[in-house]
């Protein structure tokens, strides 16, 4: 018999997924108890990985959320969520250069101002943005609709998705800051990081009031946000900037600014190495329990198999048979473990207020795992077909 | 009877059993991991509580938790100082500066704790020794584990602090916990040289240690009456209780721990179950002839609770040996005290147990569906 039509007998006797089809679905409570082994494993590694995109994603919300295209920060700045202002001449001085539309201050804190919860009056600590209400810098629609109220000296907008404890969902009508009282005149849903509770948001004279800058005048400036003219050349006018103001000032794009984000949280925070260890963990369980599947399955089917070589069917054949039935387990496993994901993050995202979502790139990513970890067991426990004697079934 | 059956059964197929074993090993420690984390968090919070020596700590009313712990007045630890039960009331100042000394130009944030030097109240007896000569205005001794962005901490490099020039004297083991990215401790002068807005007569907190032999509840209910509701009084066991459930429930960070710890046993009991069943069903055929011979279920359940506990003991104690490991890789990287404790490895004994019990449950009724006709089909 020649090798090609001994291929195309194969494939026409038995298909290419069907006989591994078969054998997947050959044993129901088998298949279930496979499907929920390595589904919960999946399922770890989706948490795992959704809690670290969350932890990040929390981190440079914020940023994401800044309506500008270049910002100003003092270099000496490393990282967002923490208080290292600039004068404000130097954005006077960006707002000069050719290609610049405008430039408008944030003002922030995140470790001087106490928020009393009305309801109980308990002081927390919140974090504070402020800018002129004449120009909203962050892309939050439900903070540009009430910017006129805002030009009253102490009002405030609060985040209805502050932790509870704050007291701001439903926004209560007035408050105290550091001990001032503030008419609270509208909410926005943002949510809370890993270190901040919840955000107010203030005009800047609000703000110069809470927190009056050096020598009791207008506040030193947090943040620059400065949008081009459209059509110019944002490098070009990067660099114009960067020649403008003092040395100790970075003139960032918003990439830049979110890289030195991330940068920070990767290379200061424990949490990346905590997710990416309980990912580790969760692979290699879930490698050990495919394998487990795989081997049983193998065994049981051994005579089977030692048929099918009596047969003729090629060991190449078998393997394939099994890298199939593999990866079909895989799949039997990351669905369901996707969708429970799906209810989990919603559930865990709402009770601890984080962005817990099944991004594509999750689903990708998990999904990977799962059929790396699958067809490395496969491949472990695929020399009992190999080694299927063919005269051992009798 | 039942257990000698289990222990023929798992040994007559030794290359099956270990596979099973190591499963499980890997359930076990999984578990293990995930507790850790979860663990380590309100331990990192608990840090310099830890490493201190003090039977009552005195606070504010609006305490929170160590690094946001208000500030009452330094005359009520004077007035607790006075009281016969007291050995020492050491207060302590918090404060937080930029080092604009940093790695790239960068100025990150320092943790500054301010002390009394006259007070030895750090568990390790190199730090006392080194504050006895924290006489030297401007001198601070710099945590070893603050971050590389801090730049090189050699002893006698002169660093900037908000502007202020100060002068490393030295380093000390403590650990830099949830309190920032890098800690310093300094004298009460220089802190209050750092940080001119603070007044030295209000304090962040105040160690309290007893004389030997006082009874804690008994000292701390008689320094409440004395000191008045203007300040809070935890002995040990409270602060503790206070300091998890604030990061524990407070922070997103109990409920991503543990929601990951809740499933790692889900997928302990699965794993365990899963070899359970194989041993099981690969078993049926005998199980199903000692049914014949007239052993009943009872005998036969009993055999594979045992197999159970069996596999999952042969699990444990390697299962052990490899999270102590873990455990040393996840302090290298993150910093944080992950630590074996004796609870800690009670707590996940129970819940192995729990898993084995639970899977020799679930695998029950496999067993149920051993019938001795079968054999003769």
Redesign the interface.
């Known amino acids: 018999m020649s090798a090609p039509s001994n291929l195309a007998r194969e494939r026409r006797s038995a298909g290419l997924v069907p006989l591994a089809w078969r054998n997947l679905l050959a044993n129901k409570p088998r298949l279930l108890r496979s499907s929920g082994g390595i589904g919960f494993a999946v399922l770890l590694m989706m948490m795992q990985l959704g809690f670290e995109n969350a932890f990040f994603n929390a981190s440079l919300e914020i940023i994401r959320l800044l309506d500008g295209d270049i910002f100003l920060q003092r270099g000496s700045k490393y990282r967002f969520a923490t208080k290292d202002p600039f004068p404000f001449r130097d954005l006077e001085a960006a707002r000069a250069v050719p290609g610049v539309a405008s430039a408008w201050p944030l003002y922030a804190d995140w470790h001087h101002l106490f928020w009393r919860n009305p309801a109980d009056g308990k002081d927390f600590l919140v974090r504070v943005f402020a800018f002129d209400p004449g120009q909203s810098v962050l892309s939050l629609p439900e903070l540009s609709a009430n910017l006129s109220a805002l030009r009253n000296l102490d009002t405030a907008i609060v985040d209805r998705r502050g932790r509870r404890f704050l007291g701001m969902d439903p926004p209560p009508p007035a408050a105290e800051l550091n001990g001032s009282k503030i008419k609270i005149i509208g909410s926005f849903a943002l949510g809370p990081d890993f270190e901040n509770d919840g955000t107010v948001v203030v005009g800047d004279r609000t703000f110069a009031r809470l927190l009056p800058g050096p020598r009791g005048g207008t506040p030193d400036v947090e943040l620059g946000v400065i949008k081009l003219i459209p059509g110019g050349d944002p490098t070009t006018v990067q660099q114009a900037i960067t020649a403008a103001v003092p040395t100790e000032i970075a003139v960032l794009t918003k990439a830049q600014l979110l890289e030195l984000e991330r940068k920070f949280q990767a290379d200061v925070s424990s949490a990346g190495p905590i997710f990416v260890m309980g990912t580790l963990v969760g692979f290699i369980v879930g490698m050990l329990i495919s394998y487990q599947i795989i081997y049983t399955d193998l065994a049981d089917q051994q005579p089977q198999y030692a048929t099918m070589k009596a047969m003729g069917y090629r060991t190449r054949y078998l393997v394939q048979v099994v890298l199939e039935q593999a990866t079909l387990s895989a799949l039997a496993g990351w669905v369901p473990a996707s969708l429970i994901a799906i209810v989990l993050f919603h559930i865990v995202g709402e009770m601890a207020l984080l962005p817990l979502h099944m991004t594509v790139q999750l689903a990708l990513v998990s999904l990977l795992l799962t059929l790396g970890m699958c067809l490395i067991s496969a491949v472990l426990a695929v020399r009992r077909v190999i080694s299927a004697d063919p005269a051992e079934v009798f | 009877m039942s257990s000698s059956l289990a222990w023929r059964i798992l040994t007559h197929d030794k290359g099956r059993t270990a ?2 074993v ?2 499980v090993l ?2 076990i ?2 578990v293990f ?2 507790l850790g ?1 979860f663990i ?1 968090v309100p331990r ?1 919070g608990m840090l310099l509580y830890d490493r201190t020596k003090f039977d009552l700590l005195v606070a504010s009313t ?1 305490y ?1 938790y160590q690094v ?1 712990p208000g500030e009452f007045p330094l005359g009520q630890l004077d007035r607790a100082r006075a009281a016969p039960e007291v050995e020492l009331a050491a207060p302590l100042y918090f404060g ?1 500066g ?1 080092w ?1 000394s ?1 790695e790239d ?5 320092v943790f500054v704790i301010g002390l009394d030097p006259r007070y030895p109240i750090f568990a390790s007896e190199d730090i006392n020794r080194q504050l006895a000569a924290f006489d030297q205005t401007d001198t601070v001794l710099v945590d070893s584990m603050t ?1 590389p ?1 801090f730049g090189p901490l050699t002893t006698g490099r002169v660093v900037d602090i908000d502007g202020d020039k100060v002068k490393i004297g030295g380093d000390y083991v403590l650990g830099t916990g949830f309190m920032g ?1 890098g800690v310093i401790l300094v004298s009460a002068e220089n802190f209050v040289r750092l940080f001119p807005y603070r007044q030295p007569s209000q304090v962040n907190l105040g160690l309290i240690r007893l004389k030997p032999g006082i009874d804690r509840d008994g000292a701390a209910a008689s320094l409440r009456k004395l000191l008045g509701s203007d300040v809070r009084i935890f002995t040990r066991p409270e602060l503790e209780a206070h300091e998890t459930a604030y990061w524990t429930t ?4 109990g ?2 721990f543990g ?2 710890l809740i ?2 046993f ?2 302990g009991v ?2 365990v ?3 359970l ?2 041993q099981i069903s690969r078993q049926l055929p005998q199980f199903a002839t000692l049914k014949a011979v007239g052993y009943g279920d009872r005998f036969l359940s009993g055999t594979v609770i045992i197999m159970a506990l069996l596999i999952v003991l042969a699990g444990f104690f390697p299962a052990l040996t490899a999270a102590l490991g ?1 455990y040393a ?2 302090r290298e ?4 005290p992950v630590e074996m404790s004796a609870t800690r490895i009670a707590a996940v004994f129970a819940a192995t147990l729990g898993m084995a019990a639970a899977s020799a449950v679930l695998s029950m009724s ?1 067993l149920r569906r051993a019938d001795p006709a079968d054999l003769f089909g």
Request: net charge positive; proline share 2%; no cysteine.
């Open positions: 596979l099973a190591a499963g890997l359930a420690l999984l991991v995930q984390f380590a990192g609006a929170e946001q937080s930029k604009r940093g130009g960068k100025a990150p944030d971050r962005m990215l407070r922070t997103s960070v409920l991503l929601s990951g499933v790692s889900i997928v699965m794993i179950y899963q070899i069943a194989t873990i890789v996840i990287e993150t910093l944080l496999s």
